[in-house]
């Protein structure tokens, strides 16, 4: 891996917000900018970053790494007819979302090893244990939601699970079984209102164990997950990542570095029936211009 390579992940609390348009986007508008990218599906069972891409055929998928048909990550790291992108296809087999752990380790260790300006990870929907692993090895996250409120409160519930899976793997790690059942108090805040902020957890994990508690806050500092919210049509859908961004600073004592917004346009679903990525076929769409914003704003963010 170069030394100064940006892995980034998008997730989104479920399907159906644009998750993967927009990485797919994202990963060219990089690329137009002279960047190398490599757009990697981790949307594992559900793949289709490639078709919105304009990948029409394929020689690999992860399958292939997966199932040991290839020895090397690199060996699928497809081109694309775009200059400075390659992709890795995802895998459709069944049971590859299930991945065993030890292959999981193997494709992380790989996946860090990939030479490219940016790596760009389009993570599955929801929390599984494939979005919490994959996701540590991020530098930047992107939290993709639209502004309907079943939505909002989906990502936050969504990050708070994902925050929750974190600390449980610390916990089990350091084999301390005690921050392991005051963590599962907490999910019981109704009858532990004292737990229901993570600062007042972390005021009572301290006094069970001061040197791991101290790890889980710095777990927390370190999660800045960027709020995009997708399909904005009112001044009032724009502002409605500053909800998720209280929410997570007010319970999770997690501060979200920015929010972002994606102005809804019917060009990305005309773009789409053509299989024709939108960034390339209407560069001055409201979508195009919003996507450059977030591309900026990673390039900046080093």
Do not use: W
């Not at 594992?44 to 399958?63: E, M, P, Q």
């Not at 380790?105 to 929390?127: E, H, Q």
């Not at 001044?235 to 102005?263: F, H, P």
């Not at 990525?277 to 900026?296: G, Q, R």
């Amino acid at each position: 891996m170069r030394k100064n390579t940006h892995n980034v992940a998008i997730m989104g609390p479920k399907g159906g917000v644009g998750k993967t348009v927009i990485s797919a986007n994202l990963a060219i508008a990089l690329s137009k900018l002279g960047k190398k990218v490599i757009a990697v599906d981790l949307d594992l069972g559900a793949s289709n970053l490639h078709t919105i891409i304009g990948l029409r055929g394929f020689k690999y998928t992860l399958d292939d790494y997966v199932f040991n048909k290839v020895q090397k990550l690199t060996e699928i790291v497809q081109d694309t007819s775009i200059n400075n992108l390659r992709i890795i296809c995802g895998g459709d087999i069944p049971g590859i979302a299930n991945l065993h752990y030890q292959k999981k380790v193997k494709l992380i260790r790989n996946l860090l090893s990939l030479d490219s300006d940016f790596v760009l990870l389009d993570l599955g929907a929801g929390v599984s244990y494939n979005v919490v692993d994959f996701l540590i090895i991020a530098k930047h996250s992107l939290l993709v939601t639209t502004p309907d409120v079943p939505s909002l409160l989906n990502s936050y519930s969504f990050i708070k699970t994902l925050i929750f899976r974190r600390l449980t793997f610390l916990f089990k790690r350091e084999k301390c079984l005690e921050l392991l059942e005051l963590l599962e108090k907490a999910k019981l805040f109704d009858d532990n209102p004292h737990l229901n902020t993570m600062e007042g957890f972390l005021h009572e994990a301290r006094s069970i164990n001061a040197a791991v508690a101290e790890a889980a806050k710095k777990i927390l500092l370190s999660f800045k997950p960027i709020v995009v919210v997708n399909r904005v049509r009112t001044k009032s859908d724009a502002n409605a990542g500053e909800v998720i961004r209280k929410l997570m600073r007010q319970y999770l004592s997690i501060e979200s570095s920015v929010t972002m917004s994606i102005r809804e346009d019917y060009a990305v679903t005309e773009a789409l029936a053509r299989l024709k990525p939108i960034v390339l076929e209407d560069p001055e769409s409201y979508f195009s211009k919003d996507i450059n914003e977030i591309v900026l704003m990673l390039c900046k963010g080093g």
